[in-house]
C-alpha cells in the first residue's frame, strides 16, 4: 500500500516562498511518475509539475519558472518548492504517484495514490 503525507503548507505574503514536502512509503518516488497537483478554491483540481522516475520533469506553463519539482529517492520524499508566490496560488496542494510503469500525465484519473493535501495560502 502507497502511503503520501504531505507537509510544508501555510500562509504567506505575497512574493515570498515555500517548500512542500511529500513522504511517501518506501520505493515509491523512485519507481513511479510522481506529481503535486493543486485545487482552487471552486475548481477542479489540475496538476502543476511531474517528475518521472528518471528525474524528467514537466510543468504547467502557469507555473514555469516559480514551481521546482524534486525528489529525493533515498528519503522517499518528493518536494516542491514554490516562488514569487502570488494569491491565485492560493489551493490545497496534493502529492500523488501513479502505478509502476506509468508514463507521467496530466490526467487526474490516471493517479491511483493521493496524500491528504496541505494548504497554501497566499495573501497580497
Known amino acids: 500500500q502507497v502511503r503520501l503525507v504531505e507537509s510544508g503548507g501555510g500562509s504567506v505574503q505575497a512574493g515570498g516562498s515555500l517548500r512542500l514536502s511529500c513522504a511517501a512509503s518506501?520505493?515509491?518516488?523512485?519507481?513511479?511518475?510522481m506529481a503535486w497537483f493543486r485545487q482552487l478554491p471552486g475548481k477542479e483540481r489540475e496538476g502543476v509539475a511531474t517528475?518521472?522516475?528518471?528525474?524528467?520533469?514537466n510543468y504547467v506553463d502557469s507555473v514555469k519558472g516559480r514551481f521546482t519539482i524534486s525528489k529525493d529517492n533515498a528519503q522517499d520524499t518528493l518536494y516542491l518548492q514554490i516562488n514569487s508566490l502570488k494569491p491565485e496560488d492560493t489551493a490545497m496542494y496534493y502529492c500523488?504517484?501513479?502505478?509502476?510503469?506509468?508514463?507521467?500525465?496530466?490526467?487526474?484519473?490516471?493517479?491511483?495514490?493521493w496524500g491528504q493535501g496541505t494548504q497554501v495560502s497566499v495573501s497580497s
Open positions: 500523488a504517484a501513479g502505478p509502476r510503469g506509468m508514463s507521467c500525465t496530466w490526467s487526474r484519473s490516471s493517479f491511483n495514490h
Open positions: 518506501k520505493y515509491t518516488v523512485s519507481s513511479r511518475c
Open positions: 517528475i518521472d522516475p528518471d528525474g524528467t520533469t
